[in-house]
């Protein structure tokens, strides 16, 4: 389970304009079918935008990006 895919660009683009969570809400909802908490939701909004202005000061803008990557036959979630 991948909750967001994509290039390092369009993440740090979708942190800034503040739809990140957005995102990750709706495919939480798609995958599990129900929403998660609004902690969740908090945690992924901050700790996110703090994430893409790192890659932002540290111009890694050409990389590929999976966040809330499930690991196989395992129920725990990591955030890569």
């Not at 495919?27 to 909004?45: L, M, Q, V």
């Not at 996110?48 to 809330?68: C, N, P, Q, R, W």
């Amino acid at each position: 389970m991948k909750l967001f895919a994509g290039s390092s660009e369009q993440f740090i683009q979708d942190a800034t304009r503040n739809e990140i969570a957005t995102k990750l809400k709706n495919a939480f909802f798609e995958y599990y079918r129900y929403n998660p908490s609004p902690a969740e939701i908090n945690s992924w909004r901050n700790s996110l935008k703090e994430i893409s202005d790192v890659f932002t000061e540290a111009k890694l803008t050409d990389h590929g990006i999976i966040l809330e990557y499930q690991l196989p036959l395992t129920s725990k979630g990591w955030i890569a």
